[in-house]
């Protein structure tokens, strides 16, 4: 059986686990053995997501369950993301009542980890909570097919997508895809609110001429989209690395300013 989910589309025998580690063939049916279970939850302010034009100044309930798509040697998640981890149940109508229960709650933004591989967790809840006038937010690596990205976003009210680099020698290297993050990007942003950050590591991502390409592909999309620039400190494999210089953030903030509208810096 192949998962259709992402790029990858893992090739799975009965009872394999795809390099998601995340979805698995059960049965001849491709199904995600994550459903429902949750590693991290907290309510958090949106614009830690980072959200900052979307209902700005309100708190959103966030959860994440464990596995991604991308084995990024520099995760900032990896006890998460690049492993399985203790978790526990909660089901969407559980999950819609915890929401319900958090003061002026905007919603509930999937992050922590990469939702998408929890596709049909999302797919479970996001319609469940519409009807209960709840916003659904994804803050996702973006490596997600066409066909099932255009069901969820009919649910999905917001996303921060991470651009990780403008090269497909950096995407290549982490187990993504950069044609297919670009595709997505456009989709998300003629039908919902989107946001995106990159993550800039010192010789890696942080070229001028990388910024100046990234920014004016992204002014093609709008110039309206908001762009987060955050800063990068040694983690999971890629600990040799000193933490980017706030001098080059700003100077590559200034980069995407000339092109963008709306451009701010994190992690500082």
Known sequence: MICNICPHKCRLEENQIGLCRARV???????????????????????????YRFHAG??????G?????????????????????????????????????????????????????????????????????LKVVLVTNGMINSEPLERLLAYTDALNIDLKAFTDGFYKKHGGDLETVKRNIEACARQCHVEITTLIIPGENDSTDEMQELSAWLSGVSRDLPYHISRFFPRYNMTEKLPTSKERLLELADIAREYLNYVYIGNI
């Open 25 to 51: 063939n059960r049965n001849g049916k491709i199904i995600c053995a994550n459903y429902g279970l949750i590693t991290s939850i907290a309510v958090d302010p949106i614009e830690k997501k980072p959200l």
């Open 58 to 63: 309100r708190p959103i309930l966030s959860v």
């Open 65 to 133: 369950s464990y596995g991604c798509n991308m084995f990024c040697s520099f995760c900032q998640n990896s006890g998460i993301s690049q492993q399985i981890t203790p978790s526990e149940y909660i089901s969407p109508q559980e999950l819609i009542k915890i929401a319900l229960s958090v003061p002026d709650n905007t919603g509930v933004a999937f992050t922590y980890n990469e939702p998408l591989i929890s596709y049909e967790y999302l797919m479970d809840c996001a319609p469940l909570l519409r009807e209960a006038g």
